[in-house]
């Protein structure tokens, strides 16, 4: 699987942006995708993670009331939606996929894209 990041940008607080996350290969429908982050100077920490039907997900507390997490298995895409944006979201977001499971952990994770740069001005 090859994950594909996009949407990334500058934005001011309280706006919002759309990542959307492009993967290859046939399985997509089987894994569970995640949304990470990380700052510099900071280790990578979970954003949100969807199960592979889309009937779980799970959020950070963080982000819990801003941020939705979604996918279309047509389209091999999974999608965070970040509202209210605020200047502590500025990192860089990650997608993952996760064979079969659902996880917060980053190590479990099978595949990674390459991140895309997410900066919240004040």
């Known amino acids: 699987v090859q994950l594909v990041e996009s949407g990334g940008g500058l934005v001011q607080a309280g706006g919002s942006l759309r990542l959307s996350c492009a993967a290859s290969?046939?399985?997509?429908?089987?894994?569970?995708m995640g949304w990470f982050r990380q700052a510099p100077g900071k280790e990578r920490e979970f954003v949100a993670v969807i199960s592979w039907s889309g009937g779980s997900i799970y959020y950070a507390d963080s982000v819990k009331g801003r941020f939705t997490i979604s996918r279309d298995n047509a389209k091999n895409t999974v999608y965070l939606q970040m509202n209210s944006l605020k200047p502590e979201d500025t990192a860089v977001y990650y997608c993952?996929?996760?064979?079969?499971?659902?996880?917060?952990?980053?190590?479990?994770?099978?595949?990674w894209g390459q991140g895309t740069q997410v900066t919240v001005s004040s």
């Open positions: 993952a996929a996760d064979w079969a499971t659902m996880t917060r952990l980053a190590h479990e994770y099978d595949y």
């Open positions: 290969g046939r399985t997509f429908s089987s894994y569970a």
